[in-house]
């Protein structure tokens, strides 16, 4: 039977074991289809491929490998996974935990055990944000051991929710329309990076961490603070998911729907040479509530606008 149906322990309470099952079943269901959906709408994985999945240890990562293992399984290509922790030497990191893990599942690992934690310390002045330098060492070590595993695609475990939260990031602070990509070659030209996890929300890889009791490591074992500009936003789209059930669907719904003549950048649309030349226009200058009722969204989960 489904491990995830076996599962009943972190389950809410009040509920028949029956019902907890059917629920577990139809977000496995979920995550396996909007997983799925992303790899084919982005044309992320193909025959003969690769791939290296990152695991940190986080719910997310974790989640991401069940479900590409699981799709691996029902796919009419074929394709390798290779699980690979960076071990980044912060102190007390429990590094049994995710060989452990892995040797249980069978699939192939690597742990690349690389002391950034040091580098780190010394290069950043106490009180300083951390995350950046790190990231960036990181993704350096990453890309490779890709290389060395003969790896072409590196997937990582960002969702829906880090997608949006990076979104409004770069609008407030930074000033830009400009989100996180499905898919996008790599900063040295080499490999492919896919996140694979592009339409799934946070609160289904939470669930579904729970119910498969992933040996989940907390992420703040370098004592870094979460950074408090992101933990605003998420803040934000929380309040905004309680109070206007949609809204946050529909933001997301958006970054698949540009119109560029609608907007302001002037590299992405010709506005000084357009001219009227008596051809209709079926863009032209309608605004948002008068347009037509919106045709059903081609992203998933998307709840159609509402007309009053
Ligand atoms: S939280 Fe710690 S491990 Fe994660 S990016 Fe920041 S400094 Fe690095």
Redesign the pocket.
């Known amino acids: 039977m489904n491990a995830v149906l076996d599962n009943a322990a972190a389950a809410p309470a009040g509920k028949s074991a029956e019902k907890i099952a059917l629920e577990n079943n139809k977000l496995h269901k979920r995550l396996c289809r909007l997983v799925g959906q992303a790899i084919g709408d982005f044309n992320m994985i193909e025959d003969g491929d690769k791939v290296m999945v990152c695991l940190?240890g986080g719910k997310d990562s974790y989640a991401l490998l069940d479900i590409l293992m699981t799709l691996r399984e029902r796919a009419p290509i074929n394709f390798e996974l290779v699980a690979v922790n960076l071990d980044?030497k912060?102190p007390n990191f429990p590094d049994h935990i995710l060989p452990a893990y892995l040797k249980q599942l069978g699939i192939p690992f690597h742990i690349e055990n690389q002391d950034?934690?040091s580098i780190?310390k010394r290069l950043i002045p106490e009180g300083k944000?951390?995350?950046?330098?790190?990231?960036r060492l990181?993704r350096g070590i990453l890309y490779r051991v890709a290389d060395e595993l003969g790896c072409n695609k590196i997937a990582l475990g960002h969702h829906r929710d880090d997608i949006l939260e990076t979104f409004f990031l770069n609008m407030f602070f930074g000033g830009k329309l400009k989100g996180m990509p499905a898919k996008l070659v790599s900063d040295d030209g080499k490999h492919m990076v896919i996140r694979p996890m592009a339409y799934v929300k946070e609160e289904d890889t939470e669930r579904y961490a729970e119910v498969k009791g992933f040996p989940i490591i907390p992420?703040?074992?370098?004592?870094?603070?979460?950074?408090l500009q992101r933990k605003q936003i998420k803040g934000l789209m929380r309040d905004w998911e309680k109070k206007f059930p949609g809204r946050v669907e529909n933001i997301f719904s958006s970054l698949s729907t540009v119109v560029p003549s609608h907007l302001m950048d002037r590299d992405l649309f010709g506005f000084k040479d357009i001219k009227a030349d008596g051809q209709a226009n079926p863009l032209g200058d309608i605004a948002f509530d008068e347009e037509p009722c919106s045709t059903p969204s081609t992203v998933p989960g998307i709840i159609p606008l509402q007309r009053t």
């Open positions: 940190s980044q912060q950034t934690y780190v944000t951390t995350c950046s330098l790190c990231s990181r992420c703040d074992l370098c004592g870094s603070q979460e950074n």
